[in-house]
């Protein structure tokens, strides 16, 4: 059985009927609306610029309108967050969302003007869960992206940190896990640098299309029941609400029906988690041994590797990393899947979408905070190993080759390798 905590100072809950019937069909086991402050504030934001937008336009009263205003300016404070239980993956495309935003708003609205104010007449005025829910859902995954994409641009400073400490340090080059040629490894923690900003950089190319919101789409972005004019005014209103420099959807059927902003949104972060992935494991394998394996690099031993090998330490935080890329990725795959299930003029699939971003973001933000700060920060480059390794370079052959000729070459190095001199340069 659902226990709901949701009653406000007062003893009283704000929410009605639709939003009891969605807990009890969708429960409230998994992530809620009430878990998400940030989609909470932005669609107080919505119903806010709403609100304001019909005053001015004679759709509602200046005192039903300033009611709304206040209701909504109190949830986007973070007052009343206990009045939306329901689930945030549920059927229905997110109206069961935004009839709780609705039946809060008009419960808070008319203690505030002692008058009746209705969820759907006054609150919902010339919108429609069509074009509230997917600006919402926009305004909030530009919000929260902000998270990730701080936390790839720290990651990829830690990096350069780590070059410029180790600018001049050879070391052995790999092809196929054999040996190859020296590179310094100022140029490894470069390049590791130059990837994470890359991907950083794709994933807020991807995030800032978003700017363009669906406002006044109203059922399938016809604009039926929004008089003219409401839907620049919400934009304008919007804008100043959030501090981003918003747009109107250029096409408001396309805006609802294909959301494939957001399988490019999912796709960048599971690009950023794949490569912070290589780069983990890459170094998982360098700190190998420390006696049977490379061993060039030294993590930090943050934790004991084993419950019987005293003194064993284990690359823990290269294996969180790759993990946490194998949950983005899935997460990622679930919201191409929904991208893909839109149906006709509109995509229910929304809710989904929401969540898994929400877990992309999250993951995202822990595994490049947690890489940069308990990895990246603390690891040594190992001298000895380092210069033992660098004898086997090919980079005398390569030369040789290019003067000689590649069959010639290759004689000399089997002959070097025979007499127990390997490859050395």
């Given amino acids: 059985m659902t226990v709901l905590q949701t009653e406000t100072s007062n003893g009283q809950a704000l929410f009605g009927k639709q939003s009891r019937l969605a807990v009890e069909n969708f429960g409230t086991a998994g992530r809620r609306i009430t878990d998400v402050p940030a989609f909470v504030r932005n669609y107080a934001f919505v119903k806010a610029a709403a609100a304001r937008s019909n005053a001015k336009l004679g759709v509602l009263t200046t005192d039903i309108a300033e009611a709304i205003d206040g209701a909504c300016a109190e949830i986007a404070s973070g007052l009343h ?10 059927g229905g495309g997110g109206t069961t969302t935004n009839m709780n935003f609705n ?5 808070r609205a008319s203690q505030l003007s002692g008058s009746r104010v209705h969820p759907n007449d006054h609150v919902n005025a010339s919108q429609s869960t069509n074009d509230t829910y997917p600006t919402a859902m926009a305004l909030t995954i530009l919000e929260l992206s902000d998270g990730p994409l701080r936390a790839l641009t720290a990651l990829a400073d830690t990096l350069e940190d780590k070059a410029a400490e180790y600018d001049t340090t050879q070391r052995l080059g790999r092809t196929c896990l054999q040996d190859a040629v020296v590179l310094s490894v100022g140029q490894t923690h470069r390049s590791h640098a130059t990837a994470i900003r890359r991907v950083t950089e794709g994933l807020r190319t991807a995030t800032a299309e978003l700017v363009s919101i669906p406002i006044g789409a109203t059922v399938l972005g016809t604009g ?6 409401y839907r620049e005014l919400c934009v304008q209103d919007l804008s100043q609400a959030t501090g981003r420099e918003l747009t109107g959807s250029q096409d408001l059927v396309d805006s609802l029906s294909h959301l494939d902003p957001y399988a490019a949104i999912a796709s960048a972060g599971a690009r950023a988690a794949i490569t912070m992935a290589k780069i983990a494991a890459d170094l998982r394998f360098l700190s190998s041994g420390p006696t049977g394996g490379i061993s060039e690099v030294t993590l930090p031993a943050v934790q004991a590797g084993s419950s019987i090998m005293p003194g064993k330490i284990n690359p823990v935080i290269p294996e969180f990393v790759m993990q946490l890329s194998y949950r983005i990725r899935g997460a990622a795959h679930t919201v191409e899947c929904a991208v893909a299930a839109g149906e006709l003029e509109l995509n229910i699939m929304e809710p989904v979408i929401v969540d898994s971003l929400l877990n992309i973001f999250d993951d995202l933000t822990t595994s490049a905070d947690t890489f940069a700060a308990k990895c990246i920060a603390g690891l040594t480059w190992d001298g000895r190993r380092l210069e033992e390794n660098l004898a086997s370079g090919f980079d005398k052959w390569v030369t040789m080759a290019a003067e000689q000729g590649y069959d010639a070459t290759t004689m000399e190095v089997a002959k070097a390798r025979s007499t127990g001199m390997g490859t050395a340069r």
Avoid: K, N, R
Wanted: hydrophobic share 55%; proline share 10%; aromatic share 4%.
């Fill in 103 to 107: 039946e809060v708003i008009a419960a």
């Fill in 224 to 229: 039926i029941g929004a008089p003219d004019g």
């Fill in 81 to 90: 967050a206990t009045q939306f239980p329901t689930a945030l993956v549920l």
